[in-house]
């Protein structure tokens, strides 16, 4: 059976860091890249953040570029999303999910979590 579990999230003060992490299992971790995509209410879901199944490449919204970092562990199966200098604007309910290919838009990836609820707010 496959599992996507987020943790990590929470409340944060604008200018605050989190770091969220999702481990992965019921599939060959290795096999796969993994994303960050999150969703605020009332939006659309949103790609943040991708990483390659060696983890030498990456991809990064424009939103989060020089603030969010990927890394995965694929010994452990998990991919982390290191977040600093967090903004109101970055309050989602963050979904990690695996797919084939970097660049394929969230409707074709294959697994997803169930998420981790990010607030930055004062």
């Known amino acids: 059976q496959v599992q996507l579990e987020e943790s990590g999230g929470g409340l944060v003060q604008p200018g605050g860091s989190l770091r969220l992490s999702c481990a992965a299992s019921?599939?060959?971790?290795?096999?796969?890249?993994m994303s960050w995509v999150r969703q605020a209410p009332g939006k659309e879901r949103e790609f943040v953040s991708g990483?390659?199944?060696?983890?030498?490449?990456?991809m990064y919204a424009d939103s989060v570029k020089g603030r969010f970092t990927i890394a995965r562990d694929n010994a452990y199966s998990t991919v982390y999303l290191q977040m600093s200098s967090l903004k109101p604007e970055d309050t989602a309910v963050y979904y990690c999910?695996?797919?084939?290919?970097?660049?394929?838009?969230?409707?074709?990836?294959?697994?997803w979590g169930r998420g981790t609820q990010v607030t930055v707010s004062s």
């Open positions: 999910a695996a797919s084939a290919r970097l660049s394929l838009p969230t409707t074709e990836y294959n697994y």
């Open positions: 019921g599939f060959t971790f290795s096999d796969y890249v």
């Open positions: 990483i390659n199944w060696s983890g030498t490449q990456k």
